[in-house]
């Protein structure tokens, strides 16, 4: 016992003296998330539109008014005719145009039907779509205030309740999500790469050499970028909470104890990874190159599981962040309790014993 | 100068020599650029509602039926327990409830007005946002629907309608590989460069090489662009090999220039290995290098724009992304290849990144000390 | 003689630990001149200073005709360096190593081919010129870094502890190698922690807690202190000294 608090030691005033990683191991995540926080939505406000007046009426007049202020759109330029509107779109950053014709508002009044021609860039296709809803109900909106008299007889009026998150802010959808993309990448990274290194200096020799087992090499390696990981998830949490106003609903307590576990979880990748590659380059090459994109974009949080084809479904299962985030999701946003999230637990337990084991496996060999 | 072809020689040859690297520098983006694309999908469909119809009225089943054959939804749970379905909602097996109040259809034909409520989970990102925007566009026809029926048709309609047809640019069969495929393409192009380049020179100091450097001649500019010039061809190539899996499996054939489209990786190219060749000279270890490049590419992956509008970000955090070289590629690639756009259309970008490349480079070589102090 | 090198009141300092120590001499050309010290004492640094790698905190130093805090690049010139690990890439041949430092040194392609040649044959490398340097015993290795050093012809070559880890058979070799280079007029500047071979110097100094304290050819050393041994010699300083790892 005596021996593994040694290394343990050992290990914690080797991380712990490189100033500038450690600086960047903890104070660098976390000004992540709170980057993210504020800046990602999946919203579509502000876009930038063109307008082609051919009316010039009090009836195209006010329609670009209610477009402008209500928060979707920007519009950019009012263009003279058609034809510089391919030039827009193709200038960049234009996602619609939208065309008044000659004598829109007295048509309206007097024939009773009017058209506008709304044209998307459809690049994005989610982002056209949505576009175009806002034309679509803004439009309605002011179709029902042109009636001079009563009101517009049977009116279904939708009631809408954003669930969890009322004001529809970005950071409670993506927090979770890049928080476990955060700390997934990080631990395997700082073990897998500071585990390589030893191989690479030659002292990993050393360390299997001695009367300490290649478990407790192992253990004693992972304990300060547990204990780093720790302080990050600590304070990602306090500055959801107080710079980016999330609730915590759930237990602390449970939600501690979870990322205790994924943080083991991802600990044990990076261990499985060391045992696979040979030099820091390789290890580190794996774990940027090969994990940020599988993981942001499999994870779960940026897009919806469901909508992928099966095989893609199957293989983020493998993806440890994805079962992270539902159960970030559960206990934080939701305020739930353990039995909502004890298969997603159970999996990632798996998911760490299996990477441990074979981890070991590895490593035996080097001892023959 | 003939010092830079020695230099370029040796570097050439480490790079050809390092098969473990090489070859996660190709398989790793094709296979993810095979793979990746086919999950990246805000497609609206499979939305999950749970509905709750107190009414079950003739109305209340046509609205459902409305929404169901809309392609968009599934159907969760169908009951008359509100409880139970914000259950379904807990355990994220619904996106949304609707709440169909009892004497629905009784009301609206009576009083004229009736609310119905739509419960979004609103932490499950695009699902739940677009769900309940098409839910409401449905309510509106489903609304008008109705309305036109029950009001006398009279040879005047009194009720002003505005009609809009919005035609779809750029993208006809409105799929999302045509959208994401470019981007992803640059986002893993800039993965492999800007690790490769940063922690390069890094390995040299680590290793002790560095000083055997030092201790020549060689002017520090072309040590740097000895360092450079390797990654930017191995850029240029696995860009050329993504763009054919990006033909022969997605079927995206550029609209616009392909020369526009090289020139501008050129430049961009340059700019990010500039950026890893200054986090290069900053660092002393590996490990260092690797944790500061981390932090950065992140950011560059978050904030792109890849994934979430930049439009749709606080005017401080869209400030940031001017900074963020890949911003500029991700729109410079969705420009060209989506809607052709010109040499002109990307001048801005051009120019931005440029900048960029000559300020990063020369900070690289100017912070890279061949006499420590 | 003009002196090759000349050291007045050099010194390093890091913060405020003195590494290097108002350190004074001078050194002629054709001199094998050795800096002893233990390890810890300041060699390695005294030697970045005088080889354009490090800027002196205070006091001059003149190698080779320029001035070292001022035109470390015109030195670099004019020296060969080897370093304490060998410094050469393990990932190259033996032969695109000769091309590389060649090429960079300014050599020109008939030259280099002509020098590569010759070092291969007088190394008696020819079966490895192929093969990479990193498979190469260790004693194979630093003469091949030092004939490399010295492939430009530079007025001075530094060795920082060149003969690390090698057995005694190598180093014999190896010194025979820098006697031939001394015959043809090349300065050599080398540090060691090894006694035996101050032995090989014509004059050395010895260096503790960043000071020169010894400074003389190994017969004149001997007698002032009346001792049979440089080792002897070594021990009444090095036990002085508060730097020592």
């Known amino acids: 016992m005596d021996r593994l608090l040694n290394f343990i030691k050992k290990e914690f005033l080797q991380v712990f003296r490189d100033r500038k990683s450690l600086l960047m191991l903890i104070g660098l995540p976390v000004v992540q998330i709170v980057l993210f926080g504020f800046a990602l939505t999946n919203e579509i406000k502000n876009a930038k539109i063109v307008v082609v007046d051919f009316a010039k009426d009090i009836g195209s007049q006010q329609i670009i008014t209610k477009l402008a202020s209500s928060g979707y759109f920007q519009i950019k330029k009012t263009l003279m005719n058609h034809d510089q509107i391919e030039a827009a779109f193709k200038e960049g950053n234009v996602k619609l145009a939208i065309v008044f014709p000659d004598h829109f508002y007295e048509e309206l009044l007097h024939l009773h039907s009017a058209r506008i021609e709304v044209l998307a860039d459809a690049s994005d296709p989610n982002t056209a779509t949505t576009l175009v809803n806002y034309i679509t109900s803004i439009i309605n909106d002011y179709d029902g205030q042109l009636l001079p008299s009563a009101d517009v007889p049977y009116q279904i009026t939708p009631e809408i309740r954003m669930l969890y998150n009322p004001d529809l802010k970005g950071a409670p959808n993506f927090v979770p999500g890049v928080m476990a993309m955060v700390l997934l990448l990080i631990c395997v990274m700082m073990t897998s790469i500071s585990i390589v290194r030893e191989k690479e200096l030659g002292t990993m020799e050393v360390l299997l050499v001695s009367p300490v087992r290649p478990i407790m090499v192992i253990v004693s390696k992972m304990i300060p970028y547990l204990v780093i990981s720790l302080v990050d998830l600590a304070s990602i949490l306090l500055l959801s909470v107080y710079a980016l106003g999330l609730p915590i609903r759930g237990s602390i307590v449970l939600l501690f104890a979870i990322s205790f576990v994924f943080i083991i979880t991802a600990l044990s990748l990076g261990l499985l990874i060391s045992t696979v590659t040979s030099s820091q380059e390789s290890a580190m090459t794996l774990s940027m190159l090969s994990m940020m994109l599988p993981t942001t974009i499999l994870g779960g949080y940026m897009f919806p599981i469901e909508n992928m084809p099966v095989p893609l479904q199957l293989l983020s299962n493998v993806v440890p962040a994805r079962w992270y985030y539902i159960i970030i999701k559960a206990v934080m946003l939701k305020g739930l309790g353990f039995s909502y999230i004890w298969k997603e637990t159970l999996i990632l337990s798996g998911m760490a014993i299996f990477f441990l084991v074979v981890s070991l496996r590895n490593f035996k060999p080097r001892l023959e | ?373 | ?245």
């Open chain 2, 1 to 373: 100068m003939r010092v830079l072809f020695y230099i370029l020689q040796k570097e050439f040859l480490q790079l050809s020599r390092n098969r473990a690297v090489l070859r996660m520098l190709f398989m790793s983006p094709v296979i993810q650029l095979l793979i990746l694309p086919m999950a990246a999908n805000y497609e609206v469909k499979n939305v999950n509602l749970a509905i709750v119809d107190h009414d079950r009225s003739s109305y209340s089943q046509r609205f459902v039926a409305k929404v169901l054959s809309s392609g968009y939804f599934k159907l969760a749970d169908f009951g008359s327990d509100y409880n139970q379905a914000f259950t379904l909602i807990e355990k994220d097996k619904a996106d949304i409830i609707v709440e169909i109040p009892a004497g629905f259809e009784r009301n609206l034909l009576r009083e004229g007005n009736q609310k119905l409520l739509l419960a979004v989970n609103a932490i499950n990102g695009v699902k739940a946002l677009m769900g309940s925007g098409y839910l409401n566009a449905i309510i509106v026809d489903f609304n008008n629907e109705l309305r036109s029926e029950l009001t006398a048709p009279q040879s005047l309609n009194p009720l002003p309608v505005i009609e809009t047809n919005p035609y779809y640019w750029y993208n006809p069969n409105m799929t999302y590989p045509w959208f994401m495929v470019p981007g992803i393409l640059v986002m893993l192009l800039t993965l492999v460069s800007g690790n490769m380049a940063s922690t390069n020179i890094v390995k040299e100091k680590e290793i002790g090489t560095i000083e055997q450097i030092n201790v020549t001649p060689i002017k520090k500019q072309y040590f740097i662009l000895g360092k450079l010039i390797p990654f930017w061809v191995l850029g240029i190539v696995i860009f050329s090999i993504g763009l054919l899996v990006a033909r022969v499996v997605y079927g995206i054939v550029p609209l616009g220039n392909l020369g526009l489209l090289y020139l501008f990786l050129a430049i961009y190219l340059f700019a990010l290995l500039g950026f890893g060749l200054l986090i290069s000279t900053y660092s002393e270890t590996q490990q260092q290098a690797h944790s500061l490049t981390f932090f950065f590419v992140m950011i560059f992956n978050m904030m792109s724009g890849l994934y979430t509008p930049i439009d749709s970000m606080p005017h401080w955090a869209q400030d940031i992304t001017y900074f963020i070289p890949i911003k500029y590629f991700v729109e410079v690639i969705r420009m060209i290849v989506l809607k052709g756009s010109t040499f002109h259309d990307i001048l801005f970008h051009l120019g931005a990144v440029l900048a960029m490349g000559i300020v990063l480079n020369t900070w690289a070589i100017f912070n890279y000390q061949k006499t420590s102090r």
């Open chain 3, 1 to 245: 003689m003009n002196a090759v090198i000349k050291a007045d009141r050099l010194t390093k300092q890091f913060g405020d630990f003195v590494a290097v120590d108002h350190i004074s001499f001078e050194i002629n050309p054709g001199e094998i001149f050795g800096f002893l010290g233990a390890n810890g004492a300041g060699k390695t640094t005294a030697m970045r200073m005088l080889c354009g790698l490090s800027r002196p905190s205070s006091g001059r130093a003149e190698v080779a005709g320029f001035d070292a805090a001022r035109y470390p690049e015109e030195i670099k010139k004019h020296i060969g360096y080897m370093s304490q690990r060998f410094s050469l890439y393990g990932d190259l041949t033996v032969a695109e190593n000769i091309r590389f430092f060649g090429g960079v040194y300014g050599l020109g392609r008939r030259q280099i081919k002509e020098k590569s040649n010759e070092l291969i044959a007088r190394l008696q490398l020819q079966k490895e010129a192929g093969q990479l340097v990193r498979s190469l015993p260790l004693g194979w290795k630093q003469r091949l870094a030092f004939s490399i050093a010295i492939l430009h012809d530079p007025k001075i070559v530094f060795l920082d502890e060149p003969t690390g880890g090698v057995d005694p058979l190598s180093r014999k070799q190896f010194w025979d190698l820098i006697y031939e280079t001394a015959d043809k007029g090349i300065t050599i500047f080398v540090t060691t922690h090894y006694l035996d071979e101050a032995e090989y110097c014509d004059r050395l100094s010895i260096m503790v807690d960043g000071r020169i304290d010894v400074l003389g050819s190994p017969g004149e050393l001997k007698a002032k202190f009346k001792v049979e041994t440089m080792e002897d010699v070594f021990y009444l300083f090095a036990r002085r000294a508060k730097n020592t790892e």
